[in-house]
Nanobody
Framework: VQLQASGGGLVQAGGSLRLSCAAS????????MGWFRQAPGKEREFVAA???????FYADVVKGRFTISRDNAQNTVYLQMDSLKPEDTAVYYC???????????????????WGQGTLVTVSS
């Protein structure tokens, strides 16, 4: 599976961005899709995930502000980010895997396929 993330950019605090991740290769609908982020000097952290069933999961720090969704017809997963804060500044990565178990959905090691990342910068 090849993943191509896009949609990052510079936005003021309180603003919104929508990230996209286009997948190609094996059937997209069978994959759990995740978004992770990595800020400068920090470890990569879980942001959100969506299983092939459509069930969604969020990190506490983004719950209520971010929404993950998928369009299986377009082989694309989205991350709608609202009420952005300066601490949301990071490179955002999409990830995919067929065999992610529920207890590991927030672990980066559970995903075999990664996109190249897209930079989100939130100014105060």
């Amino acid at each position: 599976v090849q993943l191509q993330a896009s949609g990052g950019g510079l936005v003021q605090a309180g603003g919104s961005l929508r990230l996209s991740c286009a997948a190609s290769g094996r059937p997209f609908r069978t994959y759990t899709m995740g978004w992770f982020r990595q800020a400068p000097g920090k470890e990569r952290e879980f942001v959100a995930a969506i299983r092939r069933t459509g069930h969604t999961f969020y990190a506490d720090v983004v719950k209520g502000r971010f929404t993950i969704s998928r369009d299986n017809a377009q082989n694309t997963v989205y991350l709608q980010m609202d009420s952005l804060k300066p601490e949301d500044t990071a490179v955002y990565y999409c990830a995919a895997d067929e065999g992610v178990i529920l207890s590991s959905i927030g672990r980066s090691a559970a995903y075999d396929y990664w996109g190249q990342g897209t930079l989100v910068t939130v100014s105060s």
